[in-house]
């Protein structure tokens, strides 16, 4: 009987520890990886989250320039060219401006001091030719030099051009207004003509001889 007894005690104790466990568990308590998520929250969460506007890289920078064409460009370009003095031995540096707002365009190309004014003339057809075509292959509306023609940027932009010495004597100091002709002749290019052709027609004879 005292068994009894005892093992019906122990039975009470347990089922009432286990009421006291299950009572003390919320049923309202979100179980752990399935938390209900609120839409709402999501969107607001979304809203805050925009990032600052020196980090976001959608939104135009107002600052930023516009040019008509890359003159840092032009400028490795005339570095590469003009500054080779296998190709110019009389080269000593070649540089230029530009001004947009005003529409010119400055050439200048600084030679040895013993370059003569023939080789400098040479030199500064040669520099207008080119730096119009470098220019040209920027933009399709433009057009390239040609023998006769220095190209058609310089419809658009005044031109100064120079060449000096390095002891600063102007060999060549010429400008023009957008459009203007230029008058820039190289030796080369005055010495030009139509290409020899045999002349087989009777020559007529000397008027002094024929009376003879």
Request: net charge negative; with cysteine; glycine share 4%.
């Given at each position: 009987m005292?068994l009894?007894?005892?093992?019906?005690?122990?039975s009470?104790?347990?089922?009432?520890?286990g009421?006291?466990?299950?009572?003390?568990?919320?049923?309202?308590?979100?179980v752990s990886?399935?938390?209900e998520?609120?839409?709402a929250?999501?969107?607001s969460d979304?809203?805050?989250?925009?990032?600052p506007?020196?980090q976001?890289f959608?939104v135009e920078?107002e600052?930023?320039?516009?040019?008509?064409?890359d003159?840092?460009?032009?400028?490795s370009?005339?570095?590469?060219?003009?500054?080779?003095?296998?190709a110019?031995p009389?080269?000593v540096?070649?540089?230029?401006?530009?001004?947009?707002?005003?529409l010119?365009?400055?050439?200048?190309?600084?030679?040895?001091?013993d370059?003569?004014?023939?080789?400098?003339m040479?030199?500064?057809?040669t520099?207008?030719?080119q730096f119009n075509?470098?220019?040209?292959?920027?933009s399709m509306?433009?057009?390239?030099?040609?023998t006769?023609?220095?190209?058609?940027l310089?419809?658009?932009?005044s031109?100064?051009v120079k060449?000096v010495?390095?002891?600063?004597?102007?060999?060549v100091d010429?400008?023009?207004?957008?459009?203007e002709?230029?008058?820039?002749?190289?030796n080369?290019?005055a010495?030009?003509?139509?290409?020899d052709?045999?002349?087989?027609?009777?020559?007529?004879?000397d008027?002094?001889k024929?009376?003879?």
């Amino acid at each position: 009987m005292k068994l009894l007894k005892r093992m019906a005690v122990l039975s009470l104790v347990v089922l009432a520890l286990g009421g006291c466990t299950k009572s003390s568990i919320s049923t309202d308590a979100p179980v752990s990886g399935s938390e209900e998520v609120d839409p709402a929250k999501l969107e607001s969460d979304d809203d805050d989250e925009t990032l600052p506007r020196d980090q976001n890289f959608l939104v135009e920078d107002e600052t930023v320039e516009t040019t008509m064409y890359d003159w840092e460009q032009a400028q490795s370009e005339c570095d590469g060219l003009f500054n080779d003095t296998s190709a110019f031995p009389q080269s000593v540096k070649m540089e230029f401006t530009y001004d947009e707002s005003a529409l010119n365009i400055g050439l200048t190309w600084t030679v040895k001091n013993d370059t003569t004014n023939d080789d400098a003339m040479e030199y500064a057809v040669t520099m207008v030719k080119q730096f119009n075509d470098i220019i040209a292959a920027q933009s399709m509306d433009l057009e390239n030099s040609s023998t006769d023609s220095f190209g058609t940027l310089w419809n658009q932009f005044s031109l100064d051009v120079k060449v000096v010495t390095e002891g600063g004597k102007a060999l060549v100091d010429k400008s023009y207004k957008a459009g203007e002709k230029i008058d820039l002749k190289s030796n080369e290019t005055a010495a030009e003509g139509p290409e020899d052709v045999a002349d087989d027609s009777p020559k007529k004879l000397d008027e002094t001889k024929a009376s003879k």
